[in-house]
């Protein structure tokens, strides 16, 4: 059973519109049935590029400005100052229910280091002793 053939949406007697050539061996968009199709990636990298090329000089200048450098400067020491409210916060909430802070857990640390350390030491005197014995 054949198919049959694509319709291009015209009449059987419409003719071409301008620029047609009316090919039968071209398919949707004007390419041959061998050509690939168009590369979104490449068309994505183009429209990128061409966004960047005109922001990007205005946004540099911004950037150099005096009044980014103030806006960037009062955004630092305001999160700085949420930072500090934060761990006050935290800390009053963990000393509320007893639990250990960061500082805590570090002290804890160096202290199991330090236990750890002098274990290693004392099981070396004991090898030691014992291969005199034995």
Known sequence: MSRPPESSGSSPGDKPAAGDTGSAGASAGGRSAGEPGPDPERAWRESFDAFERAI????????????????????????????????????????????????????LRSALDDIRRQLGEVAERLAAIEGKLG
């Open 56 to 107: 990007g000089g205005p946004l540099e200048a911004f950037m150099q400005s005096d009044e980014f450098a103030d806006a960037a400067a009062r955004f630092l020491k305001a999160n700085a100052s949420m930072q500090s409210e934060f761990e006050k916060g935290s800390q009053a909430w963990r000393q509320a229910w007893n639990l250990p802070g960061q500082e805590d857990v570090q002290e």
